[in-house]
């Protein structure tokens, strides 16, 4: 029997990275939110490995922080270890990795979503959702419960019809053995969305107590303090290593030896799902890489308090005594003791071409979606379309348009772009490589893109917004003052020039020209001419970068204005393109299921030319002349 719980403005279901975003989104925003979650003891659980960021998706936490969101602040309060990768590189593909003690990674977010006013958390399992005349009205639980609202957002992650598969071992269940949800899975089918079947998986885990260190390499945090989030000022001193080895002769050996043991490779071919091109398992990595001697395996502490340690980069599903042969074959491990075997799980997604760029559906109003259900990979993408998500839900509660990241913006708009207006064929997960604007979408500068877009809808407080404008401010009247100063060829800056290898100055230049030079940075500039105001060490590298890169940023920036005229031709998304002559066939058959809000966007999907881009140029003008009339 049925019975009615408390009407709320926004119901969100599931609460892992997205579900958690999306819940604390909406309820800072105003909105009464409720969030229901299958166990409330796996509240923002890391099923796979225990890190946050990593290239572009480092990225992507520091703009749900800039927007006024939790990860980077939990991460920062839990890591055990904390590295900024690519520093070699150019500052486009730098990005914070940060190694989680995933107990206290997840007791803390629930903490905070428990304190969080406005926001209720409760376990319950959602088999329905309620749906009046096309539009989502609430949810229906197992145990009878009945919860409105006026929008909804699914965060399922992979427990729809989720299903581990282990060697000839299968059996339905949510990752690490949680109950999955399958009446909702068949449900959102009879509703009427297309849905596909995607498979990740899990390595062993091993215990740290069994490893021989000695035959493996330290990996060691940053000594320079590190955040991800803007407002972070405590830092760890107490940094946990993490331990390289590598797989060999012997482990790849095991692998071939025991393919026919496979559910991907054997007769059985338990494994249906799709999985990450870009995460291989191990399995994976030795059929399709037979060429390579070794591969890189991490051995990663799962935090302070338990001895588990990851083993990073050996995902398998094999059968468990193969697994424990192929541990023991590998440096390091091989008196190891396995206390989890690794695993693959199958679940459902939506097909993401199903969604409008607010990740609202189009099939059902007011229901949006959030996370691994879009078919994604990776916490850091199911959190960005999180807080995307739960400020959408709470704006269309609040009578608002949505806020629709585009891709010179963010990561996050890249990322969401690409799943609406082209879709993926398999787990997606998010690379620098994607970005075309990555030069303007750093690492460091995520809070001088969003944080206004923060500020704007609610999410950041009047006292960080001061704080920002203040850095915004000293970088603006800083550039100024270097374009300006002019440095002169006395012996104090031909010091600086030599000690650098520099070539001396000829003539006064101002001091942007020197800095630009690729062996100057803004340290040697403080010795020429210092600034008379003092600046953080977050102003000085905006600094450096801008007039370093002025040139480059320039050049993505007028690519930007272009794309911004095509961003403002609108399409209707009520508009039939069969009705469009001249478009090609498959051309029709995209833009009537993607349904584009713009040129721009219809440019973007797959299987339209720009021949048929010109055509629908042609047609806007058309459109535009006849209205004129």
């Given at each position: 029997?049925?019975?009615?719980?408390?009407?709320?403005?926004?119901?969100?279901?599931?609460?892992?990275?997205?579900?958690?975003?999306?819940?604390?989104?909406?309820?800072?925003?105003?909105?009464?939110?409720?969030?229901?979650?299958?166990?409330?003891?796996?509240?923002?659980?890391?099923?796979?490995?225990?890190?946050?960021?990593?290239?572009?998706?480092?990225?992507?936490?520091?703009?749900?922080?800039?927007?006024?969101?939790?990860?980077?602040?939990?991460?920062?309060?839990?890591?055990?270890?904390?590295?900024?990768?690519?520093?070699?590189?150019?500052?486009?593909?730098?990005?914070?990795?940060?190694?989680?003690?995933?107990?206290?990674?997840?007791?803390?977010?629930?903490?905070?979503?428990?304190?969080?006013?406005?926001?209720?958390?409760?376990?319950?399992?959602?088999?329905?959702?309620?749906?009046?005349?096309?539009?989502?009205?609430?949810?229906?639980?197992?145990?009878?419960?009945?919860?409105?609202?006026?929008?909804?957002?699914?965060?399922?992650?992979?427990?729809?019809?989720?299903?581990?598969?282990?060697?000839?071992?299968?059996?339905?269940?949510?990752?690490?053995?949680?109950?999955?949800?399958?009446?909702?899975?068949?449900?959102?089918?009879?509703?009427?969305?297309?849905?596909?079947?995607?498979?990740?998986?899990?390595?062993?885990?091993?215990?740290?107590?069994?490893?021989?260190?000695?035959?493996?390499?330290?990996?060691?945090?940053?000594?320079?303090?590190?955040?991800?989030?803007?407002?972070?000022?405590?830092?760890?001193?107490?940094?946990?290593?993490?331990?390289?080895?590598?797989?060999?002769?012997?482990?790849?050996?095991?692998?071939?030896?025991?393919?026919?043991?496979?559910?991907?490779?054997?007769?059985?071919?338990?494994?249906?799902?799709?999985?990450?091109?870009?995460?291989?398992?191990?399995?994976?990595?030795?059929?399709?890489?037979?060429?390579?001697?070794?591969?890189?395996?991490?051995?990663?502490?799962?935090?302070?308090?338990?001895?588990?340690?990851?083993?990073?980069?050996?995902?398998?599903?094999?059968?468990?005594?193969?697994?424990?042969?192929?541990?023991?074959?590998?440096?390091?491990?091989?008196?190891?003791?396995?206390?989890?075997?690794?695993?693959?799980?199958?679940?459902?997604?939506?097909?993401?071409?199903?969604?409008?760029?607010?990740?609202?559906?189009?099939?059902?109003?007011?229901?949006?979606?959030?996370?691994?259900?879009?078919?994604?990979?990776?916490?850091?993408?199911?959190?960005?379309?999180?807080?995307?998500?739960?400020?959408?839900?709470?704006?269309?509660?609040?009578?608002?348009?949505?806020?629709?990241?585009?891709?010179?913006?963010?990561?996050?708009?890249?990322?969401?772009?690409?799943?609406?207006?082209?879709?993926?064929?398999?787990?997606?997960?998010?690379?620098?490589?994607?970005?075309?604007?990555?030069?303007?979408?750093?690492?460091?500068?995520?809070?001088?893109?969003?944080?206004?877009?923060?500020?704007?809808?609610?999410?950041?407080?009047?006292?960080?917004?001061?704080?920002?404008?203040?850095?915004?401010?000293?970088?603006?009247?800083?550039?100024?003052?270097?374009?300006?100063?002019?440095?002169?060829?006395?012996?104090?800056?031909?010091?600086?020039?030599?000690?650098?290898?520099?070539?001396?100055?000829?003539?006064?230049?101002?001091?942007?020209?020197?800095?630009?030079?690729?062996?100057?940075?803004?340290?040697?500039?403080?010795?020429?001419?210092?600034?008379?105001?003092?600046?953080?060490?977050?102003?000085?590298?905006?600094?450096?970068?801008?007039?370093?890169?002025?040139?480059?940023?320039?050049?993505?920036?007028?690519?930007?204005?272009?794309?911004?005229?095509?961003?403002?031709?609108?399409?209707?998304?009520?508009?039939?393109?069969?009705?469009?002559?001249?478009?090609?066939?498959?051309?029709?058959?995209?833009?009537?299921?993607?349904?584009?809000?713009?040129?721009?966007?219809?440019?973007?999907?797959?299987?339209?030319?720009?021949?048929?881009?010109?055509?629908?140029?042609?047609y806007l003008e058309q459109m535009s002349q006849k209205k004129e009339v």
């Amino acid at each position: 029997m049925r019975y009615r719980g408390d009407d709320f403005d926004v119901i969100v279901i599931g609460a892992g990275h997205a579900g958690s975003e999306s819940a604390l989104a909406a309820a800072r925003m105003g909105c009464s939110t409720l969030l229901l979650t299958l166990n409330l003891d796996a509240v923002a659980y890391m099923p796979c490995n225990p890190s946050i960021g990593g290239p572009a998706k480092g990225h992507v936490v520091r703009e749900i922080d800039a927007l006024g969101g939790e990860m980077g602040k939990n991460i920062d309060k839990t890591y055990i270890q904390m590295r900024l990768l690519n520093t070699g590189k150019g500052p486009a593909v730098q990005a914070l990795r940060a190694q989680a003690d995933k107990f206290l990674y997840q007791q803390t977010m629930k903490e905070t979503i428990e304190k969080e006013p406005n926001l209720v958390l409760r376990q319950a399992m959602v088999e329905e959702l309620i749906v009046e005349d096309g539009v989502c009205r609430g949810v229906a639980t197992k145990t009878g419960a009945e919860y409105y609202a006026k929008t909804v957002v699914l965060t399922t992650g992979t427990y729809l019809r989720g299903r581990v598969v282990l060697g000839d071992l299968s059996y339905e269940s949510g990752p690490n053995n949680q109950q999955p949800s399958i009446r909702l899975s068949e449900h959102l089918q009879a509703l009427g969305f297309d849905m596909v079947r995607f498979k990740t998986g899990t390595p062993p885990r091993v215990h740290g107590d069994t490893i021989d260190y000695d035959q493996t390499e330290i990996q060691p945090g940053d000594d320079k303090p590190l955040s991800f989030s803007f407002e972070t000022t405590e830092y760890l001193e107490d940094q946990l290593p993490c331990w390289l080895t590598y797989t060999g002769e012997e482990t790849h050996k095991v692998i071939q030896d025991n393919l026919s043991r496979s559910p991907m490779y054997g007769d059985s071919k338990e494994i249906e799902g799709q999985g990450p091109r870009y995460c291989p398992s191990i399995e994976d990595k030795i059929v399709r890489f037979a060429d390579k001697p070794r591969h890189q395996i991490f051995l990663e502490p799962e935090g302070r308090t338990t001895s588990e340690v990851y083993v990073q980069g050996l995902s398998t599903s094999l059968p468990e005594d193969i697994q424990l042969q192929i541990l023991k074959s590998v440096p390091g491990l091989k008196d190891v003791k396995m206390m989890r075997p690794g695993y693959a799980i199958e679940y459902d997604a939506i097909v993401p071409t199903q969604l409008w760029p607010s990740l609202e559906t189009k099939t059902i109003e007011n229901l949006f979606t959030a996370g691994q259900i879009n078919g994604t990979s990776g916490y850091e993408e199911a959190a960005g379309q999180g807080i995307m998500a739960g400020i959408n839900a709470a704006r269309k509660v609040q009578g608002k348009s949505p806020v629709i990241l585009d891709r010179s913006q963010a990561y996050i708009g890249v990322l969401i772009d690409d799943l609406v207006t082209k879709g993926t064929q398999e787990p997606y997960r998010l690379l620098t490589s994607r970005a075309e604007y990555r030069l303007l979408l750093r690492n460091d500068n995520a809070d001088l893109r969003l944080t206004d877009i923060g500020y704007d809808i609610g999410l950041i407080r009047e006292e960080r917004y001061e704080r920002f404008k203040q850095k915004k401010e000293q970088i603006e009247v800083e550039i100024k003052r270097l374009n300006k100063e002019k440095a002169r060829p006395n012996e104090d800056t031909q010091a600086v020039m030599r000690a650098k290898g520099s070539k001396e100055l000829t003539n006064s230049f101002d001091l942007a020209t020197i800095l630009r030079r690729p062996e100057i940075s803004y340290v040697d500039i403080e010795k020429i001419s210092p600034s008379p105001v003092s600046l953080s060490s977050e102003v000085k590298q905006q600094v450096e970068i801008q007039v370093k890169y002025s040139g480059y940023i320039e050049k993505q920036l007028q690519q930007v204005e272009k794309l911004k005229s095509m961003e403002n031709k609108k399409l209707s998304e009520n508009l039939d393109y069969t009705q469009i002559k001249g478009l090609s066939m498959e051309a029709v058959e995209k833009l009537n299921e993607v349904k584009p809000l713009s040129i721009a966007q219809a440019s973007r999907v797959s299987g339209v030319s720009p021949a048929d881009v010109s055509i629908l140029l042609v047609y806007l003008e058309q459109m535009s002349q006849k209205k004129e009339v």
